[in-house]
């Protein structure tokens, strides 16, 4: 169960799964994958959209700060009302590693990894972890992956997320010299994640791929396309999220 407004107070409904985009764009390709019209639920922190037979949706902000913040709002109001979230999915369209994760293509994740979150050394790129504190991966579900992966075509691997959206061949070179199974970068999925591990709820990241990343090139970007395989992407995926639980 999860919480929603009635009257200016919290009450429950049947919805456990808090889906977490950075936009409302994203958030509204999901929606779209579920019937009714979504009801708005305005938390301290947070505006959660309620779907009557779909996940909780939450546009959260770009960025993993932001979307940290947002998620951990949300998150919180459900276990203060006695009625926390199974599960949190970061979701959106992001960029692709050429050639394994094509424009139009999904993604989702085996590990959330922190793209940038350590120190640059005279001798390269240290993580947090190596620097002694922190963490910068965390790690799904593996049969929720796998099951995930079977109901829609998506490719599982490393999705990374970065502060600064890669926009060079050579940062693209270095992030996978750095992260060889990286398939995926977006904003967002490892401030959800960390949201998430603080109040030990599972997540998931699944990502439609809008553009390769590199060179930035807007012209090359397919967001329609991508916010359309997201929306193809959650029909197939609810009985995966509705079915699942966290003894699997």
């Known amino acids: 169960m999860v919480v929603q407004a009635e009257e200016g107070r919290l009450t429950t409904s049947p919805a ?73 999915v970061s979701t959106g ?20 990894t922190a793209a940038d979150l350590g120190a640059e050394t005279p001798d390269g790129f240290l993580p947090v972890t190596e620097l002694g504190f922190g963490t910068v991966t965390h790690r799904p579900p593996p049969g929720l992956v796998a099951d995930v992966a079977a109901a829609t075509g998506a490719r599982a691997g490393t999705v990374l997320t970065a502060a600064t959206v890669t926009g060079t061949a050579e940062r693209a070179a270095r ?18 994640a960390e949201a998430a591990a603080a109040q030990g709820v599972p997540v998931l990241e699944l990502r439609a ?31 995966v999220l509705t079915t699942w639980n966290t003894h699997d």
Do not use: Q
């Open 16 to 88: 456990r799964v808090l889906v977490v985009t950075a936009v409302p764009v994203e958030r509204d390709a999901v929606a779209r994958a579920f019937p009714g019209e979504a009801g708005e639920v305005r938390l301290p922190g947070a505006v959660l959209h309620r779907l009557p037979a779909g996940p909780d949706l939450l546009a959260a902000g770009v960025g993993p700060a932001l979307a940290a913040a947002s998620t951990a709002a949300a998150l919180a109001a459900a276990a203060l009302a006695g009625a926390p979230y199974r599960l949190a």
């Open 209 to 239: 791929v809008s553009n390769p990343v590199g060179p930035r090139d807007r012209a090359a970007w397919r967001i329609p396309d991508a916010l359309a395989a997201l929306t193809g992407a959650f029909g197939k995926t609810a009985p």
């Open 175 to 192: 992030l996978r010299e750095r992260h060889p199974r990286a398939l995926a970068e977006a904003m967002e999925g490892f401030g959800v």
């Open 93 to 112: 369209i992001g960029g692709g590693f050429a050639p394994h994760a094509p424009v139009g293509s999904l993604v989702v994740a085996d590990e959330i």
